[in-house]
């Protein structure tokens, strides 16, 4: 067989990664691998009364086609949610999308042709590089610190790619990193967008799970100019097998977002949006996120003493003030899908962070997951890592 398939997919490559982590869906292994939300917390019987509801109430619009811009209701409680990180935006300017991965995909279709450049921090989340690459773009990193993409570093990248096409952030509990971006900062990026004229992708799937301190205002706080581009979701404080995100942007930007899922899929599910909707209406949300924050951190802190315990000198890792991932750095020169095959051997899992760099390099990295393993597994799993690094 010769079929001529399109360039893209020379960029859209199945990694040996992806193969070795196949092997940590084997009950025997303790994965920190995967970024899934804690199964366990996924309020089943209350979906249960929701379902209900929505097919009693509203059934023939649940199941009928809708609105690509989404269903009025479920923007609406958005509109209002955001105001808690300081968003003031009117229903009209959301677009309901099928999770949060949908709007990283559209933003390489409104903004990417061949050869663009987009600037991100380094490192990045995967499958919003994955969703771009798709659009043949060039990638141009940005080093982070513990308050996270550094600003003087942005305005080089900036000075030296005018023509950038957008700047793609993960401001909160950053995946992969767990690092969150200092409010000064905040306000500079959107500064600098102002000033070179590129718009930023604030990708925010994790604002909400803060386990400590105040939560703080979203970048697009900052924009008086429709400069930011906001990506939410419902996936990881409530369900991502609904695929109910969101995003929320000037009038203008929106418009060319709903242009192409018409292309896309022509609406997300409306039986999903409704059901969404209803749980807001009929149960206490925050309540709900409460609950997913004390596991979490409880969590959070067991790996982190547990690292700190048995993990040999030279290894550092990041404590993150929320959010699903902290994210190790080993010594110069190992290589951590080396380290993964040794790994696997003791039955314990994680994501080589080699893959989080889109121009490569800094094998030296990978990422520990925590929300979704028992606590007396977290303890197992990183004293057999620790174990593991010590024979390094
Ligand atoms: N952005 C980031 C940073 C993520 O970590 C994820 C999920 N892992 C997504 C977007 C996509 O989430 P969803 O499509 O479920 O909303």
């Known amino acids: 067989m010769s079929v001529k398939y399109a360039k893209r997919m020379d960029y859209i490559k199945g990694s040996a990664i992806r193969e070795l982590l196949k092997l940590t869906e ?12 804690a199964p366990e917390l996924f309020p089943i019987e209350e979906m249960k ?10 059934g023939k619009a649940a199941l009928q086609y809708s609105p690509t811009e989404g269903y009025m209701p479920l923007r609406k409680i958005i509109a209002e ?12 300017h959301i677009l309901i999308t099928s999770g949060s991965q949908q709007g990283l995909d ?14 991100c921090e380094s490192p990045s989340y995967l ?27 942005l305005e080089k990248a900036l000075q030296a790619n005018p023509n950038a096409k957008f700047i793609y952030t993960i401001p909160d509990f950053q995946n992969p990193s767990g690092i969150t971006m200092s409010v000064e900062r905040r306000k500079k990026l959107v500064e600098l967008a102002v000033k070179y004229n590129v718009p930023v992708v ?3 799937p994790y604002g909400e799970l803060r386990f400590e301190g105040e939560r703080l205002p979203a970048i697009k706080h900052f924009d008086t100019e429709g400069m930011v581009i906001f ?12 695929r109910v995100g969101w995003v929320a942007a000037s009038p203008e930007i929106v418009r060319k977002y709903v242009l192409v899922k018409q292309g896309a899929d022509l609406q997300s599910n409306s039986m999903a949006q409704r059901e969404a909707a209803a749980f807001v209406q009929m149960f206490d949300l925050d309540a709900h996120i409460n609950k997913i924050i004390e596991v979490y951190r409880k969590r959070r802190d067991l790996m982190i003493e547990t690292m700190e315990k048995e993990f040999p000198e030279g290894f550092t890792f990041t404590y993150p003030n929320g959010g699903l991932f902290t994210w190790v750095e080993m010594p110069e020169g190992v290589d951590a899908a080396e380290v993964l095959k040794k790994a696997l051997e003791e039955k314990v899992a994680f994501v080589p962070g080699g893959s989080f760099y889109p121009n490569g390099g800094n094998e030296n990295h990978c990422r520990l997951n925590y929300s ?21």
């Open 202 to 204: 604030e990708d925010n």
């Open 49 to 58: 009364e929701v379902c209900v509801r929505v097919l009693d109430t509203d």
């Open 127 to 153: 499958g919003a590089l994955n969703a771009f690459k798709s659009y043949l773009p060039k990638f141009v990193e940005v080093e982070m610190d513990k308050d996270g993409m550094k600003m003087d570093e």
């Open 106 to 119: 559209f933003c390489g279709k409104v903004f990417l042709d061949e050869g663009d450049t987009v600037i």
């Open 231 to 242: 990506l939410g979701t419902f996936s990881k404080i409530f369900s991502p097998g609904l």
């Open 372 to 392: 979704c393993m028992p606590e007396d597994k977290i303890v197992e799993g990183i004293t057999r890592l620790g174990k593991v690094f010590k024979k390094l």
């Open 26 to 37: 084997q009950p025997e292994i303790i994965s920190f691998a995967g970024g899934l939300p």
């Open 81 to 92: 949610r955001m105001k808690k990180s300081g968003v003031e935006i009117s229903p009209e």
